[in-house]
């Protein structure tokens, strides 16, 4: 039988692919997020403009929630992300493909 938890751990979510983060969080304790960094573009301004914009995938079971904060546990290599780094999560993270997984769009967040 299937496993989907332990699919997505050992082979989406593991260390080939995804980064660890810590969400952040207001009154909650601190928790490690396991995510594949990035980007999307969308359509701004009735299509006359292009914006992209950082994006997190990960399991649909992490606890991450619009307004969290994710820190990034370790430089990014290709990325420009840096160790410390931290992004505010945007809005609430959107189930994808068959639900199993979300993404969530990611902003700057003040150190």
């Known amino acids: 039988m299937l496993d989907l938890a332990e699919d997505l751990a050992a082979v989406f979510f593991g260390p080939d692919f995804a980064t660890t983060f810590t969400r952040q969080r207001p009154a909650a304790a601190d928790v490690s997020v396991a995510a594949i960094i990035g980007v999307a573009d969308d359509e701004a301004l009735d ?44 809005d609430t993270p959107r189930r994808t493909v068959d639900g199993a997984e979300m993404e969530a769009l990611l902003g700057s967040a003040a150190p």
């Open 47 to 90: 299509g006359r403009a292009l914006a992209t914009t950082r994006t997190a995938l990960m399991p649909a079971t992490a606890d991450v929630r619009a307004d969290d904060v994710l820190m990034a546990v370790q430089a990014i290599p290709g990325t420009g992300i840096a160790a410390g780094q931290r992004f505010a999560v945007l």
